[in-house]
C-alpha cells in the first residue's frame, strides 16, 4: 500500500482586486493553507507528496513568498526519512529560462522537481512509487500534460502528474494545456494527479482514478465549499481518495426578493444572519420592488462588510412603476402603447373587483417599463 497527497493550485503570493482591502489577508490564507498541507503530510506519514502545478502564482514569486514556501518544503525533508514531494511547474509557474524551480532553495533532500521541460520520471528512493510528469514552458500552445508518460513496470505504483484542462465537449474553452479523456484511460497509471481547476473533482476515465484536489484554499469569489487537498491510498485492490479540508475561507450566495424584504432593514437583517468572518458572500437583490422601496447599496455594504471576510451587494432589482416611468420610457411609442395596453387590463380587473388579477397586470406593466429602459430583468 502506497499513501500520498495529492495538491495543487496554491497560489502562494496571489490574490486579486476582488478581494478589495482584504488582499494581504486573502495571501496570508494562502500560506496558511500551504502549511497545513504539510502538516497533514506529516501527521499521516505518507510516502510523498504530489504538487500538481500552480504552487506559485506567478513564474518569479517574491523573496518572502519564496522563503515561505521553501521553509514549508523544508519541513518534509528534516523528518527521518524524508517524505519525498515531487513538484510540477503549472501554468502560472511555468517553465521558463529563469524559472524559480531552478534555484538551489529547491535542491532539498526528497525534493523532485521537473524544472526542464520534456517528460520525465522520478522514483521516491526504495524504488515502490514512480512518477511521472510533463511540465508547461511558456508559450506551449496545444500542449498535452500527458503526452509521453508511460508507466513503469518494475514500480509498485504509478502515479501522473498533470496540470491542464479535461476537454469535456461543450464546457472546456480552448486552453493551451489540454487533457482528453481517452489520455487519461491510455496512461495506465494507478493515479493521475490533477491540477488547474481549483473544486475537487473525479474525472476517472476507463478505470484510470484521476481526480483535480482543487485548491486548499479558496483562490477565486466563485469557488464553493472550502479548499483542500486529496489523501490518495493505492493498493493491489485499487486506488481511493479522502478529502482533508486545510481552506478556512467559504463562498456563497444569496439572492433577495424585494418582495419578500420590502426595505432596507429587512435585507440587512437577512445579509446578516449570514456574518461570518471566514465568508465570502455575494448578495443580489432582484425580483419587483414594492412602491417606496429604497436601497442604498453602498452604505449598507460599508456596514456590514466588518462581518465577512468579503462581502458584495448588487441591486439588480427592479423599479416601482412611479420610479420606472420617471425615465421617460413612457414617452417612447412601442412602449407607450404597451404601457396603455397594460394600464386597460388594470382598469379592466379593478371592474371586475379582480385584485389577484389587478396585482398581476400591475407588476407585468412595471416590469415592461423597467425592460423598455433597458434594465436587465432577472426572474
Request: aromatic share 6%.
Given at each position: ?188 497509471m494507478d493515479y493521475v494527479a490533477l491540477g488547474h ?183
Amino acid at each position: 500500500m502506497i499513501r500520498l497527497l495529492h495538491l495543487a493550485d496554491v497560489h502562494l503570493g496571489g490574490s486579486g482586486p476582488a478581494f478589495g482591502k482584504r488582499v494581504r489577508d486573502h495571501q496570508r490564507k494562502l500560506q496558511e493553507a500551504f502549511a497545513r498541507c504539510i502538516d497533514v503530510a506529516l501527521r499521516e506519514r505518507v510516502d510523498a507528496v504530489c504538487i500538481a502545478g500552480d504552487l506559485f502564482d506567478a513564474r518569479r514569486p517574491s523573496e518572502r513568498v519564496l522563503q515561505f514556501c521553501v521553509q514549508q518544503l523544508r519541513r518534509l525533508a528534516e523528518v527521518a526519512p524524508p517524505i519525498e514531494c515531487f513538484l510540477l511547474p503549472g501554468t502560472h509557474d511555468c517553465l521558463d529560462a529563469q524559472s524559480v524551480y531552478r534555484r538551489p532553495e529547491f535542491r532539498l533532500p526528497g525534493l523532485h522537481v521537473w524544472a526542464e521541460s520534456g517528460p520525465a520520471t522520478f522514483r521516491t528512493a526504495d524504488g515502490r512509487l514512480a512518477v511521472h510528469g510533463n511540465p508547461q514552458g511558456v508559450g506551449r500552445s496545444q500542449y498535452h500534460p500527458l503526452a509521453g508518460l508511460r508507466p513503469d513496470p518494475t514500480a509498485a505504483a504509478n502515479v501522473a502528474v498533470a496540470h491542464g484542462s479535461v476537454a469535456l465537449q461543450g464546457i472546456t474553452d480552448e486552453d493551451s494545456a489540454i487533457i482528453a479523456p481517452e489520455e487519461i484511460a491510455a496512461s495506465g497509471m494507478d493515479y493521475v494527479a490533477l491540477g488547474h481547476w481549483h473544486d475537487l473533482s473525479d474525472y476517472s476515465y476507463g478505470g484510470v482514478k484521476a481526480a483535480y484536489s482543487g485548491s486548499p484554499e479558496v483562490v477565486l469569489v466563485t469557488q464553493r465549499g472550502s479548499g483542500g487537498a486529496n489523501l490518495v491510498t493505492i493498493s493491489e485492490t485499487g486506488t481511493t481518495l479522502e478529502r482533508v479540508t486545510t481552506g478556512t475561507l467559504r463562498c456563497d450566495a444569496l439572492e433577495l426578493s424585494p418582495e419578500t424584504y420590502p426595505d432596507e432593514a429587512a435585507i440587512a437583517e437577512a445579509v446578516r444572519l449570514q456574518a461570518h468572518p471566514d465568508l465570502i458572500l455575494e448578495v443580489k437583490v432582484s425580483g419587483m420592488a414594492p412602491e417606496g422601496f429604497t436601497l442604498d447599496v453602498a452604505r449598507l455594504q460599508e456596514e456590514l462588510a466588518p462581518s465577512f471576510f468579503r462581502l458584495r451587494i448588487t441591486d439588480e432589482s427592479v423599479p416601482p412603476l412611479s420610479e420606472a416611468q420617471k425615465s421617460g420610457v413612457a414617452q417612447q411609442l412601442i412602449a407607450a402603447r404597451a404601457i396603455s395596453a397594460f394600464q386597460e387590463r388594470i382598469n379592466q380587473a379593478r371592474q371586475a373587483q379582480d385584485p389577484e388579477a389587478e396585482r398581476i397586470a400591475t407588476r407585468a406593466l412595471q416590469l415592461s417599463v423597467a425592460l423598455f429602459a433597458g434594465k436587465e430583468v432577472l426572474r
